[in-house]
């Protein structure tokens, strides 16, 4: 199990190859990576930098026998968040840690597809052997108050730190979130998006396009909008 604390706010592109085993490192790149380190600590001497935070090479040693392809990314908007991935995992997707209590746990030999968010300020547990789909969200919170005064706050936010001034002003306490569990041998079609608080039990199944807003028994299908159950697996 590799495990990242986010004690900075970075924004990570992941730019390796599947690689099985790390390459030997050529000089220039050395070179490159101890810039690149200085560089981070220089910004902010007291953090703690992400291990990978900085490089491909520290991507592949750290994330020994998982691999990453090369739109994998991980953003940490506002400092803060843990994510562990296990082993022998592949992971095509994105992470996404809102506020500073994010936490994003991977079994092993689990699989998250293309284009897929995983998107937490609170806590979002998937087991292993667990099959995710392309284009799937997972988030365990709904982003922005349903007070509509209150969400004026996290669009001028969103503008800024789209502008590059990360806003740490952000109140996440006004966020309805809540953990989400996703269980060994699940799987989640294409397109699904999984909302806060919801349990999806050990090797059920989600039909592609569905939204889950309900707990899912273990050994079940459930499908649609809101998911709804369609049958039980033998
Ligand atoms: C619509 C939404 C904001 C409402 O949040 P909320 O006020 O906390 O609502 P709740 O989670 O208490 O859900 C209320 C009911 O609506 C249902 N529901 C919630 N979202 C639903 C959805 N997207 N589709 C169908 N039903 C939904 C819930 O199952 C619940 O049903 P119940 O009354 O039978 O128990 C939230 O459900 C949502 O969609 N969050 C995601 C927001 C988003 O897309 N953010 C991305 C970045 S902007």
Excluded at 152 to 176: S, V
Excluded at 182 to 195: A, F, H, K, S
Aim: with cysteine; net charge positive.
């Amino acid at each position: 199990m590799i495990s990242l604390k986010l004690d900075t706010p970075i924004s990570l592109r992941v730019k390796p190859k599947i690689i099985q085993k790390p390459k030997p490192v050529s000089l220039s790149l050395k070179r490159r990576i101890i810039r690149k380190v200085k560089k981070i600590l220089s910004i902010k001497k007291d953090a703690v930098v992400p291990i990978a935070q900085d490089t491909t090479l520290y991507i592949n040693e750290y994330f020994n026998n998982s691999h990453f392809n090369e739109n994998v990314y991980i953003n940490s908007y506002y400092g803060g968040g843990i994510i562990e991935i296990g082993e022998n995992c592949l992971i095509m997707g994105g992470f996404n840690i809102e506020g500073p209590n994010g936490k994003i746990k991977i079994g092993t030999s689990t699989f998250i597809g293309g284009n897929t968010q995983l998107n937490s300020m609170n806590s979002i547990s998937i087991g292993n052997n667990v099959l995710i789909a392309a284009n799937c969200v997972i988030q365990d919170h709904n982003s922005h108050s349903t007070n509509y005064l209150e969400r004026r706050n996290d669009i001028n936010l969103t503008i800024r730190r789209f502008l590059g001034n990360p806003a740490k002003d952000k109140n996440f306490d006004i966020i309805a979130n809540k953990s989400i569990v996703i269980e060994d041998d699940v799987w989640i079609g294409m397109g699904v998006y999984i909302l806060k608080g919801v349990t999806i039990g050990a090797r059920s199944i989600i039909g592609a396009g569905s939204v889950v807003t309900k707990d899912v028994p273990s050994d079940t299908i459930y499908a649609g909008n809101p998911a709804s159950f369609v049958k039980k697996l033998k």
